[in-house]
């Protein structure tokens, strides 16, 4: 059992905000710790890399389809190499759904970001 499994984060660990809006991230991060949640974000996909592989409590990344980096699919596939119990959630203002799919990312909600609805998504698929 990992050490923060009794995290007291209504999603049982730390969320990755990857967004390179700065505005938005802190939107989104702010909105989060209002419910409870544990956040970290970052603003490039390299740098998300390096969050995901320094941090265990990392249990969920929100991905930016559309940020500075070496792509969503790379990223993707570096965070599931490295830490395959984290979750990826795709996130975009466009309905890139079947992107993320076909990148083995199943979960996906658009912009603007309805927190509530992001915790709810992640409790359900962890439930089952």
């Given at each position: ?43 490039t996909?390299?740098?998300?890399i390096?969050?995901?592989?320094n941090?265990d409590r ?16 790379s990223?993707?596939?570096k ?41 709810r ?7 089952n």
């Open positions: 059992m990992r050490e923060d499994a009794d995290d007291s984060s209504p999603l049982g660990g730390s969320l990755l905000i990857v967004d390179d809006d700065e505005n938005y991230r802190r939107i989104v991060e702010l909105q989060l710790l209002a419910l409870g949640c544990t956040c970290i974000s970052a603003r996909h390299e740098e998300t390096q969050i995901v592989e941090n990392i249990r969920f990344v929100l991905l930016d389809y559309s940020v500075y980096g070496i792509g969503p699919s990223v993707a596939q965070i599931k190499s490295l830490r395959p119990d984290v979750r990826i959630v795709g996130h975009s203002t466009l309905n890139r759904r079947r992107e993320f799919l076909e990148m083995g990312v199943p979960l996906f909600l658009r912009k603007p970001l309805i927190t509530d609805d992001l915790v998504l992640l409790n359900d698929t962890h439930a």
